[in-house]
């Protein structure tokens, strides 16, 4: 599901979590997201992230074109979060628009689940 600029702004005053899923990091991002990797949510066959799976997830890229921000929004209800949504237009639509931006976030590292998880993550460390 697509969402606008405007829907953000109220998701976000409702407590929604705000995914920076960009391919590049990016010196700014929306005030109040978290960065993750996109290929780190991706790669593991189960998620261990510490969002809450009942409140709204939106993701974003840079200009809301790629694929891999659709594919981690599949992943993401297949483990069970209800409402996750893309922003249309990505970063740079929320600029346009003016929105409220922040330097960029430290990025998170998603918690492997298995052993062979924990050396495909050694090996990129």
């Keep these: 599901m697509e969402t606008t600029v ?3 702004r109220a998701l976000a005053d409702a407590g929604a979590t705000i ?10 991002e929306i005030r109040g997201a978290v960065r993750y990797r996109p290929h780190d949510l991706l790669t593991p066959e189960r998620l261990a992230i510490p969002l809450a799976s009942d409140k709204p997830v939106v993701l974003y890229d840079e200009d809301g074109a790629g694929d891999l921000t659709s594919r981690i929004a599949d ?4 483990e069970g979060f209800a409402d996750v949504r893309v922003l249309g237009g990505g970063f740079a639509a929320w600029e346009r628009a003016g929105g409220v931006t922040q330097e960029s976030s430290i990025e998170q590292v998603v918690p492997p689940m298995s052993s062979s998880e924990v050396q495909a993550l ?3 460390i």
Excluded: F, P, S
């Design 75 to 78: 992943k993401l209800r297949a």
């Design 19 to 28: 995914l920076n899923v960009g391919a590049r990091g990016g010196r700014r």
């Design 122 to 124: 050694d090996r990129r």
């Design 6 to 8: 405007d829907e953000l």
